[in-house]
């Protein structure tokens, strides 16, 4: 398949961070060391690259040769970063020539993920899914699209999955954290009917794996099928911009789909099944109390 990664990214330096970006600290765009942010970013788009492109071998030891590996699962990856200005961490993670293609805007930096969408449709027909990822989550699961396609045609394309995101660690008690729990229901209610079909079950490999529609839909991320995304580019309210989930970063990732589609998630007891890693430690660090 070939696959449309677009990811907003920006990082204002430290000495103009209070001024200048107008976004809060706690999204880390302009927070946070240069090194951390930088990392996050180069593993961001290498984990598209490694786990989901088509440069994949294996070693054959009997006669110091590599072979194609994972030819079954491997697609078209092109990854698109959407910047404004200087205020990025492009040239520090020092990707390859052709890895990515920066595309710069002149715009306010809260409208970067708005943007990006528009890249996404400006770009419709050419791919089999369109992509859009916060510059700080890493996709590890190379069945990862393979379980998107499933879903789909197991429920039809006004339903679209979205994965837990989840953190990790290794000093505290909790080693694995999912980050998107329950909204008070209030907060989606103008936008989506969780109690309409509010779970959906199958069995997958022997086992029942459960998706529900999440009073937290955000998950700093969408995928969507051609179908989908022609869908959704033609309805009124794709073009303007609307902040009305949160703020900016959750409305640019989430309100539009949800909007659009009836979203879901894999339940609490199944969440590993479609996952995607936060690769800050922020959340997790919130229940250190935990460890006490």
């Known amino acids: 398949m070939r696959l449309l990664f677009v990811i907003p990214h920006y990082f204002k330096r430290s000495e103009d961070a209070t001024t200048q970006s107008g976004l809060e600290n706690r999204h880390g765009s302009t927070s946070g060391q240069i090194a951390v942010r930088t990392r996050s970013l180069q593993r961001c788009v290498f984990s598209l690259k ?10 054959r030891h009997v006669d110091r040769r590599v072979e194609p590996a994972n030819e079954a699962s ?24 052709d890895l990515i293609h920066q595309f710069s805007v002149d715009d306010n930096p809260k409208h970067l993920g708005f943007l990006a969408q528009r890249v996404l449709r400006d770009r419709w027909g050419n791919y089999d899914y369109y992509c859009y990822l916060e510059d700080d989550l890493a996709i590890e699961d190379p069945w990862f699209f393979e379980k ?50 509010p779970e959906l079950k199958s069995e997958v490999l022997g086992k029942s794996v459960r998706f529900v529609r999440p009073p937290n839909p955000h998950s700093g991320c969408f995928f ?3 179908n989908q995304m022609q869908h959704w580019i033609a309805q009124p309210y794709f073009e ?40 800050d430690r922020r959340f997790i660090s919130l229940i250190r109390f935990a460890d006490q």
Do not use: C
């Not at 490694?50 to 070693?59: E, F, R, T, V, W």
């Not at 959407?82 to 990707?95: D, M, N, R, Y």
């Open 224 to 226: 969507l099928n051609a």
């Open 148 to 197: 998107l396609r499933w879903f789909n045609s197991y429920v039809g394309d006004d339903k679209v999955l979205l994965p837990q995101r989840f953190e990790r660690s290794e000093n505290h008690t909790y080693k694995k954290v999912y980050l998107d729990g329950d909204l008070a229901k209030r907060v989606t209610e103008p936008f989506q009917n969780i109690d309409e079909l």
């Open 74 to 97: 491997r697609h078209e990856v092109h990854v698109v970063v959407v910047t404004t200005g200087g205020s990025h961490l492009i040239q520090e993670a020092k990707f390859p020539p």
């Open 50 to 59: 490694q786990n989901l492109g088509s440069s994949q071998a294996i070693i």
């Open 240 to 279: 303007p911009i609307d902040t009305s989930f949160i703020g900016p970063l959750e409305s640019a990732a989430t309100l539009g789909v949800m909007k659009t589609f009836d979203i879901y998630k894999p339940a609490r007891e199944n969440a590993s099944f479609f996952e995607i890693e936060h690769a």
